[in-house]
T-cell receptor, first 115, second 115 residues
Framework: AQKITQTQPGMFVQEKEAVTLDCTYD???????LFWYKQPSSGEMIFLIY??????QNATEGRYSLNFQKARKSANLVISASQLGDSAMYFC????????????FGKGTKLSVKP | DTGVSQDPRHKITKRGQNVTFRCDPISEHNRLYWYRQTLGQGPEFLTY????????KSRLLSDRFSAERPKGSFSTLEIQRTEQGDSAMYLC?????????????FGPGTRLTVT
């Protein structure tokens, strides 16, 4: 079974609007971390935001926020005020406590921002 | 301030040849990870070092693959007797052992094409 599911292969958003990228996860480990990474066409993975399983509040980093719904096992990324430079692949990833740190990635969502 | 660097950025080789990739992590990071990413997929974990010790290997890492991190600094990933299925992007990441989020910082990757 997939541990990280990203159901949107591609998304379009108008510049300056907000967009939500979906991510659901599956784990029996009570302690885990959830990450979002951005991968532009150049290939480098850029860390965006982190949410710990015990964090009480949703994580925010500038224009990025994470809508964490623990009971539903979802960790959606919200990008506000989209910019043309946000066009990229976005990956949701999970680190389980028992994994010693390696990340499990979803298949990604390709975001295209329209001018 | 230098990030994670990888060399070479691109490698084309013929089936059956050996190839070696290098990764230089962020200097103060003692954890180093190797991932493989094929087209349309998220990165998949291959192996992980803490300092010079290789602590975890994925079952994706066949006997033809070997990784080292002498002196706990740079790391090399060698693929012997390459096969066409080895064609992929090989990503290196590093992180601190401590910290609430253990975010991993990725290099630009080495794209391997086996002909």
């Amino acid at each position: 079974a997939q541990k990280i599911t990203q159901t949107q292969p591609g998304m379009f958003v108008q510049e300056k609007e907000a967009v939500t990228l979906d991510c659901t996860y599956d784990t029996s480990d009570p302690s885990y971390g959830l990450f979002w990474y951005k991968q532009p066409s150049s290939g480098e993975m850029i860390f965006l935001i982190y949410q710990g399983s015990y964090d009480q509040q949703n994580a925010t980093e500038g224009r990025y926020s994470l809508n964490f719904q623990k009971a539903r096992k979802s960790a959606n990324l919200v990008i506000s005020a989209s910019q043309l430079g946000d066009s990229a692949m976005y990956f949701c990833a999970m680190r389980e406590r028992g994994s010693q740190g390696n990340l499990i990635f979803g298949k990604g969502t390709k975001l295209s921002v329209k001018p | 301030d230098t990030g994670v660097s990888q060399d070479p950025r691109h490698k084309i080789t013929k089936r059956g040849q050996n190839v070696t990739f290098r990764c230089d992590p962020i200097s103060e990071h003692n954890r180093l990870y190797w991932y493989r990413q094929t087209l349309g997929q998220g990165p998949e974990f291959l192996t992980y070092f803490q300092n010079e010790a290789q602590l975890e290997k994925s079952r994706l890492l066949s006997d033809r693959f070997s990784a080292e991190r002498p002196k706990g600094s740079f790391s090399t990933l060698e693929i012997q007797r390459t096969e066409q299925g080895d064609s992929a992007m090989y990503l290196c990441a590093s992180s601190l052992a401590s910290g609430p989020s253990y975010e991993q910082y990725f290099g630009p990757g080495t794209r391997l094409t086996v002909t």
